[in-house]
Nanobody, 115 residues
Framework: QVQLVESGGGLVQPGGSLRLSCAAS????????MGWYRQAPGKQRTLVTT???????NYANSVKGRFTISRDNARNTVYLQMNSLKPEDTAVYYC?????????WGQGTQVTVSS
């Protein structure tokens, strides 16, 4: 069994910053890509960013230059540093971890950008 525990969401004013974390634990012996997705109310879940096992990132155009993904392979943890946040970044953010046989999803953490 694999568990993903997310943390770091909350309420922030426009222009502010947040840092999300997602730690994988349990019976996962190797991790390939890790990433973050988000789902706004009434909308589909969309890709925010991913990072390969070798540390190569990929970003959605809407977050390029503002968000940074990183990972700590020793801790099986992926991070998302979000700067210059905008109201349109408001969503539930989900981490996704690619194991050798399947993908695992976190429970989601709410990010609200509002004044």
């Amino acid at each position: 069994q694999v568990q993903l525990v997310e943390s770091g969401g909350g309420l922030v004013q426009p222009g502010g910053s947040l840092r999300l974390s997602c730690a994988a634990s349990g019976s996962i012996f190797s991790i390939n890509a890790m990433g973050w997705y988000r789902q706004a109310p009434g909308k589909q879940r969309t890709l925010v960013t991913t990072i390969t096992s070798g540390g190569i990132p990929n970003y959605a155009n809407s977050v390029k230059g503002r968000f940074t993904i990183s990972r700590d392979n020793a801790r099986n943890t992926v991070y998302l540093q979000m700067n210059s946040l905008k109201p349109e970044d408001t969503a539930v953010y989900y981490c996704k971890v690619e194991g050798p046989d399947r993908a695992y999803w976190g429970q989601g953490t709410q990010v609200t950008v509002s004044s």
